[in-house]
T-cell receptor, first 114, second 111 residues
């Protein structure tokens, strides 16, 4: 069990550029979640996958955001035409239970949009 | 909607002091309640949970009791250690797969 890994750890980009983050969940976990966390706030739910199916999306996930989990293993989160308000820590979590009994979180990707 | 309110930090305590971090929630129905902890440089991890009223979650000397009558889930520890210094998040899940987190409470324990 190597834990949930996220790449990159930090990303600095200019406004208007596209960025993509990757998450590798714990191997036997079929559920994967993306959260966003800004300074002084708790994590906010963005989206959830069960295997390759995206089953739930928050209204926070604007049209510029897209997430995929093509083979039910790793996941990517892409942000198109980044804005300064997108600056945040993007967290990935995984679990193998039917409900959110226990999520395992990665260390996150810190995005800074200049 | 679902929401969690927890006391603002930072909280600074001396080693062996008693800790209480307050958490109250708003939700319809019967949510599950959680405390997650984030140690410096690490990812969030589950500390304890309770899934129904009057349940007590406990782990590593921490406890929290699910009080439906006061819609609360306060975190307590009788004697904190320097290694407990971290950010603590109260969270709830209500008939879905999303966790709703509070803003977090930073705890610093000094020797």
């Amino acid at each position: 069990d190597t834990g949930v890994s996220q790449d990159p750890r930090h990303k600095i980009t200019k406004r208007g550029q596209n960025v993509t983050f990757r998450c590798d969940p714990i191997s036997e976990h079929n559920r994967l979640y993306w959260y966003r966390q800004t300074l002084g706030q708790g994590p906010e739910f963005l989206t959830y996958f069960q295997n390759e199916a995206q089953l739930e999306k928050s209204r926070l996930l604007s049209d510029r955001f897209s997430a995929e989990r093509p083979k039910g293993s790793f996941s990517t989160l892409e942000i198109q035409r980044t804005e300064q308000g997108d600056s945040a820590m993007y967290l990935c979590a995984s679990s193998n239970r039917g409900r959110v009994e226990k999520l395992f979180f990665g260390s996150g990707t810190q995005l800074s949009v200049l | 909607g679902n929401s969690v309110t927890q006391m603002e930090g930072p909280v600074t305590l001396s080693e062996e002091a008693f800790l209480t971090i307050n958490c109250t929630y708003t939700a319809t129905g019967y949510p599950s309640l959680f405390w997650y902890v984030q140690y410096p440089g690490e990812g969030l991890q589950l500390l304890l949970k309770a899934t129904k009223a009057d349940d007590k979650g406990s782990n590593k000397g921490f406890e929290a009791t699910y009080r439906k009558e006061t819609t609360s889930f306060h975190l307590e520890k009788g004697s904190v250690q320097v290694s407990d210094s971290a950010v603590y998040f109260c969270a709830l899940s209500n008939s879905g797969y999303a966790l709703n987190f509070g803003k977090g409470t930073s705890l610093l324990v000094t020797p």
